[in-house]
């Protein structure tokens, strides 16, 4: 039985990425060893890295003046790297879900922190509307796809002051105007590669603001100075990332991601605003293209364990919901196909008949 995976993270990736990192693996460029084990200092390794770096800024039209990097630690560690290399005295937060709150939680270690909206009330089933940003803040802060609840910005904002998104779960599903942003971070496991890389793209010219003293590992300036190479990089996953990069570029592009991701949105949440047995639960405007979330409705509540066995049992892996939202959720990143949405919807109509 073909298995279809909606999982939310690590993320689905394409056949020819997860296969040309297993032979590099296995023996990289012939060289007789793996890519696990050579040297990260090596001309080889080296190689790999600057090609990451140069697709990650033709693919997303980085312009000068900005530096891509690739570091350990996750998108949770940006979320005190973030303040600690920006926060001078007080920073803006746009609280759209869980990870945003977390955000908040590790910037207020550095100064003060205003929440210039939330849809915490309505357990983040919208993106709030008609906010202001003061314009005495050091900075804005927001979180573009938000893969607990299933809600995303998909426009670059206009605002007063210096901007930064965690684009974790949805970076390379789109163009991205980089030139209003500050910087940009992303766990790579969401969109881009396999667990244990992030990365970040800042401008140069930004940092060096604060007068603190910040941890070496922990100064952007640092990974800057050194290519991403200050420490031993996560190796595997970067070349996962470029071979993932390759592979975007091959299909035509983010601009060929983006006419993916919205036909693939649309065959899911058409079914599911047809279908008698569900209903999303996010507001219709702000629903997500990679995080489709949706419950069954009242009447059939009971039935949510047997819908799950059920969609399982016909090779949908990963559907179920976050503990925090319940039900379920199709996470459906780059390289989940048509055919896997399809096979989604028909496992849904089954189930409908069959109830």
């Not at 690739?70 to 600690?84: K, N, Q, T, V, W």
């Not at 790579?188 to 941890?215: C, F, H, Y």
């Not at 279908?275 to 507001?283: A, I, P, Q, R, S």
Request: hydrophobic share 40%; with cysteine; proline share 3%.
């Amino acid at each position: 039985m073909k298995k279809y995976n909606f999982t939310a993270g690590p993320c689905i990736l394409d056949r020819s990425v997860i296969e040309n990192t297993a032979k590099a693996i296995l023996d990289f460029n012939g060289m007789g060893l793996s890519i696990a084990e050579i040297s990260h200092r090596s001309k080889e390794f080296q190689a790999v890295i600057d090609e990451a770096e140069a697709l990650a800024k033709e693919l997303l039209d980085i312009p000068e003046g900005y530096s891509v990097l690739f570091l350990g630690g996750g998108a949770s560690l940006e979320f005190c790297m973030i303040p600690y290399n920006f926060l001078v005295k007080k920073a803006a937060y746009l609280n759209t879900g869980v990870w945003a709150k977390k955000a908040m939680k590790e910037a207020k270690l550095f100064g003060e922190v205003v929440e210039v909206a939330s849809s915490a009330d309505a357990n983040y089933t919208f993106i709030p509307k008609g906010w202001t940003v003061p314009t005495d803040v050091d900075y804005l802060h927001i979180t573009t796809n938000n893969t607990i609840y299933g809600t995303e910005i998909r426009e670059d904002l206009d605002v007063p002051v210096r901007l930064i998104a965690d684009m974790s779960s949805d970076i390379f599903s789109r163009p991205i105007d980089v030139s209003k942003y500050d910087a940009i971070y992303a766990g790579a496991q969401k969109n881009l590669s396999m667990a244990g890389v992030t990365i970040v793209i800042v401008k140069n010219d930004a940092l060096g603001r604060v007068e603190r003293q910040i941890p070496t590992m922990l100064d952007y300036r640092t990974h800057v100075e050194k290519g991403s190479m200050f420490n031993t990089p996560p190796v595997v996953p970067i070349y996962t990332a470029m071979e993932n990069m390759r592979w975007i570029k091959a299909q035509g592009g983010v601009k060929a991601m983006q006419k993916l991701a919205k036909q693939r949105a649309e065959i899911v949440y058409n079914e599911i605003d047809r279908n008698k047995l569900f209903h999303g639960t996010v507001e219709t405007e702000d629903r997500s293209y990679m995080n489709i979330c949706f419950v069954l409705n009242d009447e059939y509540k009971e039935l949510e364990k047997d819908f799950f066995d059920f969609a399982t049992s016909k090779g949908m892996v990963g559907i179920k919901g976050h503990r925090s939202v319940g039900g379920f959720r199709a996470s459906c990143y780059n390289a989940q196909t048509i055919e896997g949405c399809e096979a989604l919807v028909a496992c849904m109509k089954e189930y409908e008949a069959k109830h």
